[in-house]
């Protein structure tokens, strides 16, 4: 028999339940983030990318679609399935590039409680960062059309939100400064025989490194691509009263210096052109950003303060009960919107904090091809095919700091053990040498 | 009588609240001015008419000498991407349209794949000298599109073109374009 307070209690049951598991739900979601990112770091991207797959996959979307794909598509790629990053990526394309995924009740909700409901979309150097990944899965893949379209969408990106800033480029220079979308942008149109390189002066002349790498595509001499995304990007943390603020921290300065050189045929020189630094994502990180929800925080935060602070000394000090009550009232909802103010920190953890890009005339026969970083560290290439200017052979390696041990304060470069390539460029030997610790 | 009236504020406030966070989020969907697959069904449908009616392929008969059609896949220069089985698939559609007219049959037309295509079919007895039908004709198509973006909004206007070359002269016997144009709207939180 059903009676109303019984089924009152089971409403009330399942409502619970179904809060419960919401939060449970997003705990344990987090959760498998963080072991993803713990994983990726181990330098074992297949685990991250088992890690970060659920979030990645769920239907219909949510606020954490975009990050979770771009973690997939980006530990997919550190572990060498080009074909298997493509498609996440391209979900985070295609949600990046959609209008309004933030519905009005997502941007009241966002500004009057807390800021984590927002759809994540990053900030604009993460935008650029998850088009320039999908646009190494498809170099991998041969797709230099693609390519060309992800190196464009990086570039309009960060210039949209820079002219948004009021600041815009004179006439005539580039609409940003953002080196290496530009050079991909060159390097897709030689392999597709576009006769307009005017991209890659423009990489050449914000980057002198680039420089005669870019000399170089548009002579079109050249058969490989070397792509060593290095290190790991900066963290967005809060600070400030009741974490309203947030900045982005350096975790890792990247190794800083690289040099690649070719070990066959034996006796060959270091390559001059050497290994470019294309793009800093630390830098990035300080000039590309969107702070629209900062002055919601911090109105929150200060209305917060004055709600707790009047309110506390109006239950002290009157004896009016009513009024003692109202003055509670406001101090607890003082402190319920302080709680709330505090800023959403969600950021992609795998951008990693330098890129590096060699083209290369690589011989007929094939060379192998030793990649140094910093002072200390080293990664051997073995048999780098060469392609034509046309279809240039591509290699890709993601090299993750190894984890720092409290003994020693030492950052050393550590086993890549995933060091990935274009099926049909390398042979399937892989060997990093890490001089501070490994094998000779 | 004062605590009843707090009490409703608290929990119009909770109710507020409860909505907002429970109820009042969509989920986010993809809203982009990317191709869609009814503009590949309305491009096909109308370049495979066109090309019908055309003066060059209306005037021919079945005893007219054979004429040999290969098909490349599309061109991307559009400012969005368009993965290998689209580029493919537009054509592929494209020529089921043509072949469904009996365009084959009654203008006596032949489609190849392109070579790269058919080697990887035919590795065994590939040899392009002999066995493979020349092509006389080839069918292509090149998307472009013109782009405005900034923070607020992103239009494309795509022109998608299709031409018939004639691969001994290099004279463009056909060509048609499918237009069409998409802009999104995107606030300050997108």
Redesign the interface.
């Known amino acids: 028999m059903r009676t109303p307070r019984r089924d009152n209690l089971k409403a009330r049951a399942a409502a619970a339940a179904l809060l419960a598991g919401c939060v449970l739900g997003a705990c344990a979601a987090d959760r498998a983030a963080q072991e993803g990112v713990g994983a990726f770091y181990a330098g074992d991207f297949a685990s991250a990318a088992v890690a970060f797959r659920p979030g990645a996959e769920r239907r219909p979307f949510d606020e954490n679609s975009i990050l979770n794909s771009a973690r997939l598509g980006m530990a997919e790629l550190a572990a060498g399935r080009a074909q298997s990053a493509v498609r996440p990526l391209g979900t985070a394309y295609q949600l990046l590039e959609s209008g309004s995924v933030n519905d009005e009740g997502r941007i009241l909700a966002a500004t009057v409680l807390q800021e984590g409901v927002r759809v994540y979309k990053g900030e604009p150097f993460e935008q650029a960062m998850t088009y320039t990944a999908l646009a190494w899965a498809n170099a991998l893949r041969g797709d230099w059309e693609n390519v060309r379209v992800c190196a464009r969408s990086a570039v309009r990106r960060l210039a949209d939100y820079q002219n948004a800033l009021g600041n815009k480029s004179r006439p005539g220079a580039p609409e940003t400064d953002f080196a290496l979308g530009y050079f991909l942008e060159g390097l897709a149109n030689a392999a597709l025989n576009e006769p307009d390189l005017s991209a890659l002066d423009r990489a050449a002349s914000l980057n002198a490194a680039l420089a005669p790498h870019a000399e170089r595509v548009r002579a079109r001499d050249f058969n490989a691509v070397i792509v060593i995304e290095a290190g790991r990007g900066p963290e967005k943390e809060a600070y400030g009263e009741d974490n309203a603020q947030t900045r982005w921290a350096a975790l890792d300065s990247g190794p800083g210096t690289a040099r690649i050189e070719m070990l066959t045929p034996p006796g060959s020189a270091p390559d001059a052109s050497g290994l470019a630094a294309a793009a800093d994502v630390n830098r990035m990180s300080e000039v590309h950003r969107w702070n629209n929800l900062q002055d919601a925080r911090s109105f929150k935060s200060g209305l917060g303060s004055v709600l707790v602070v009047g309110g506390a000394g109006t239950a002290v000090v009157s004896e009016d009960k009513g009024a003692q009550i109202a003055g509670i009232s406001a101090a607890a909802a003082g402190l319920l919107m302080k709680a709330l103010s505090s800023a959403d920190v969600r950021h992609n953890e795998l951008l990693p904090a330098e890129v590096f890009v060699a083209v290369l005339k690589v011989p007929e026969g094939g060379a192998d091809v030793r990649v140094s970083l910093g002072a200390a560290s080293r990664l051997d290439i073995p048999g780098v095919r060469p392609g034509t200017p046309s279809s240039p052979s591509v290699v890709y390696a993601r090299v993750v700091p190894r984890p720092r041990l409290a003994a020693r304060a030492v950052t050393s470069w550590g086993e890549a053990e995933r060091l990935r390539r274009h099926d049909a460029d390398i042979e399937a030997e892989r060997v990093w040498n890490d001089l501070s610790g490994g094998p000779p | 009588m004062?605590?009843r009236g707090?009490k409703g504020w608290?929990a119009c406030?909770v109710g507020v609240?409860a909505a907002?966070?429970a109820?009042?989020?969509?989920?986010?969907?993809?809203?982009?001015?990317?191709l869609t697959t009814a503009d590949v069904v309305r491009m096909t449908d109308q370049m495979s008419a066109s090309l019908n009616a055309s003066p060059e392929i209306a005037s021919r008969t079945p005893d007219s000498p054979r004429w040999v059609f290969t098909m490349d896949r599309v061109?991307?220069?559009?400012?969005?991407?368009?993965?290998?089985s689209e580029k493919w698939g537009i054509m592929a559609r494209f020529r089921v349209r043509l072949t469904a007219s009996n365009v084959a049959r009654d203008r006596a037309v032949a489609f190849v794949l392109p070579a790269a295509e058919w080697e990887r079919y035919a590795r065994e007895f590939y040899d392009p000298a002999q066995a493979r039908l020349r092509p006389t004709h080839a069918l292509r198509a090149e998307f472009r599109s013109d782009?405005r973006?900034?923070?607020?909004?992103?239009a494309d206007a795509y022109l998608c073109a299709f031409q018939l070359l004639d691969l001994e002269t290099g004279r463009i016997v056909w060509e048609d374009a499918y237009e069409t144009k998409y802009r999104?709207?995107?606030?300050?939180?997108?």
């Open positions: 004062r605590h707090i608290i406030a609240f907002l966070g109820g009042g989020c969509a989920a986010p969907r993809v809203n982009t001015t990317m061109a991307n220069r559009t400012e969005h991407l368009l993965d290998d782009t973006s900034a923070i607020g909004s992103r999104v709207l995107r606030n300050s939180f997108d």
